[in-house]
T-cell receptor, first 114, second 115 residues
Framework: GAGVSQSPRYKVAKRGQDVALRCDPI?????LFWYQQALGQGPEFLTY????????KSGLPSDRFFAERPEGSVSTLKIQRTQQEDSAVYLC????????????FGEGSWLTVV | AQSVTQLGSHVSVSEGALVLLRCNYS??????LFWYVQYPNQGLQLLLK??????LVKGINGFEAEFKKSETSFHLTKPSAHMSDAAEYFC?????????????FGTGTLLAVQP
């Protein structure tokens, strides 16, 4: 597709449930990022992939969060045993490799944990 | 660690008035700097970016920003606000020469445009 595609757009999960959020980056983009944006806040970095390699996962808040990009294209962010504080918008973004390149964002997956 | 500070979480201007959104960065080396806009229920859209020697950067929708190393600032301006400019604006920084080009965002400024 022309842009970064994320699914589902909206997800309501019961506390303790596992969720999986999918990201389809722009074709040919080597770099892929996940961000978490709480209501009224700026996006917070979670993790970074260069192709299939996860080079930076310093922003993942706990070991309940796990991301993968097995074939260097589509990525999945998985949250296990969801808690209310996980409620946020999860943004996926992609870019060509290299500093200064434009990072393109998807519309986000809105997660509400009840 | 790099960071950005956006002064003013809410800014209100009249239609046709000057828009000025402030951003200051903290970095030992001049970084790459970006402004993104976010409309309700949408993702982030790049307005403009500073990556080279040209300190005055022009972006989309009539916005521009000037990189001032002496002030560690990258303020966003638009001469005449339009109703369609009402949105949230984020300043972001990334490390020049870092292992990743991840963005570090400010807390955002919500711009309201009054008729």
């Amino acid at each position: 597709g022309a842009g970064v595609s994320q699914s589902p757009r909206y997800k309501v999960a019961k506390r303790g449930q596992d969720v999986a959020l999918r990201c389809d980056p722009i074709s040919g983009h080597v770099s892929l990022f996940w961000y978490q944006q709480a209501l009224g806040q700026g996006p917070e970095f979670l993790t970074y992939f260069q192709n299939e390699a996860q080079l930076d996962k310093s922003g993942l808040p706990s070991d309940r969060f796990f991301a993968e990009r097995p074939e260097g294209s589509v990525s999945t962010l998985k949250i296990q045993r969801t808690q209310q504080e996980d409620s946020a918008v999860y943004l996926c973004a992609s870019s060509l490799r290299g500093g200064g390149n434009t990072i393109y964002f998807g519309e986000g997956s809105w997660l509400t944990v009840v | 660690a790099q960071s950005v500070t956006q002064l003013g979480s809410h800014v209100s201007v009249s239609e046709g008035a000057l828009v000025l959104l402030r951003c200051n960065y903290s970095s030992s080396v001049p970084p790459y700097l970006f402004w993104y806009v976010q409309y309700p229920n949408q993702g982030l859209q790049l307005l403009l970016k500073y990556t080279s020697a040209a300190t005055l950067v022009k972006g989309i929708n009539g916005f521009e920003a000037e990189f001032k190393k002496s002030e560690t600032s990258f303020h966003l301006t638009k001469p005449s606000a339009h109703m369609s400019d009402a949105a949230e604006y984020f300043c972001a920084v990334s490390d020049r020469g870092g292992a990743t080009n991840k963005l570090i965002f400010g807390t955002g400024t919500l711009l309201a445009v009054q008729p």
